[in-house]
């Protein structure tokens, strides 16, 4: 399918005034922002989960305490640690997933809340409406979306046995917080602009944008069941299990020639003496034994894949915004005036 043009004379030095020109140039340099932002999101999101250990189909978390289990030893159930969320699977920088993700989410959302694309984009704008609250909830397109999947990316959550009362506040006041942000924000500009008689669409374009709207609805409806799946005591077999880490499991994985998990019980050992978490029910400061199996492994993939795909959706709407501007094509052969004039002054 070809990208829709529009009909335009070419803009030259002779039918062109400065004030067009200007504008113009915004409608381009929003354009182009947008184009840039968006393709940097969804390369970098894509190569990041790529770059994870295990089949493309199983995203193994790349985290070396967690390839086997607190006795060095490989999981009971024969399956690796899935992470609980995408963020958590690239949340360590210093892994190649963690360094593309943490670059795409820097440029890829900056260029897209500089852009300020829903002022210039007739597809995105509700320029001509009356209604001055809409239009200002419209203009949150490119704040509060990239906003939002900034603070997913850089309020990265921490695994089930390391959520203390700080990674709670991380989880609720800030990486759900921006969640919630950037996807409410899609769903309901996205909405209003495609129910909107002042918003212009080329030919299948509002086909496209639906399509892509209703599988970004269908993606978080997965990811919500399969987060409360998880959540709530169903009696679904069978999560990630873990224990207390005492002497035998330390020794344990010193014999099994596991330095690496041998360090990390001895440090949650000592994090659970400090804080003397024996009493809770919880499994903080504890050592994974076993990872998620079953009907339980199943959840979980359901739940990463939902929240990864609902996001690469909500990226692609703005390509498809971008792809069918009309405005692009008027800025083609767009070219600078010789001069300005001001009050009987001539600038070039």
């Known amino acids: ?76 159930s024969g399956w690796p640690y899935i992470p609980t969320s995408v963020s958590s699977s690239v949340d360590n920088v210093d892994s190649a997933a963690g360094k593309i993700f943490r670059c795409g989410i820097l440029v890829g959302s900056f260029s897209i809340l500089i852009s300020n694309y829903p002022m210039y984009l007739s597809n995105a704008s509700r320029r001509q409406s009356s209604n001055a609250v809409l239009n200002r909830v419209n203009a949150l397109r490119s704040i509060a979306e990239p906003v939002g999947i900034a603070i997913i990316g850089y309020c990265n959550l921490a695994e089930i046995n390391m959520m203390t009362s700080g990674e709670y506040v991380v989880l609720y006041g800030f990486h759900m917080t921006g969640a919630l942000l950037a996807i409410f924000t899609y ?68 014999q099994n ?62 390509l498809v915004v971008w792809y069918f501007n009309p405005e692009r094509s008027l800025t083609q052969n767009l070219v600078k005036p010789s001069f300005v004039q001001v009050n009987d002054r001539k600038y070039p």
């Open 1 to 76: 399918m070809a990208a829709p043009t529009a009909e335009a004379t070419p803009l030259t030095e002779s039918n062109i005034d400065p004030g067009a020109y200007v504008f113009l140039q915004s409608v381009q340099h929003a354009a182009n922002l947008l184009l840039t932002g968006s393709l940097v999101l969804l390369i970098c999101l894509t190569s990041a989960i790529c770059t994870l250990n295990g089949p493309l189909w199983l995203p193994a978390s790349i985290d070396e305490r967690v390839t086997l289990n607190m006795f060095g030893e490989p999981f009971p």
């Open 187 to 254: 769903l309901i500009t996205e909405w209003q602009d495609l129910n909107a008689p002042s918003v212009s669409f080329a030919q299948h374009e509002k086909t496209v944008r639906w399509a892509i709207y209703w599988c970004v609805v269908f993606f978080l409806v997965g990811f919500i069941t399969g987060e409360a799946l998880g959540a709530l005591p169903l009696g679904i077999c069978c999560f990630d299990a873990y224990l207390p880490v005492n002497h035998t499991a330390i020794d344990k994985a010193y």
């Open 257 to 318: 020639q596991a330095y690496i998990q041998e360090a990390n019980n001895k440090r949650l050992m000592e994090l659970s003496s400090v804080y003397n978490t024996s009493s809770s029910d919880a499994p903080l400061y504890q050592g994974l034994y076993d990872t998620a199996h079953g009907w339980g492994l199943f959840i979980r993939l359901m739940g990463f894949w939902c929240e990864f795909w609902m996001f690469e959706f909500m990226i692609m709407a703005n």
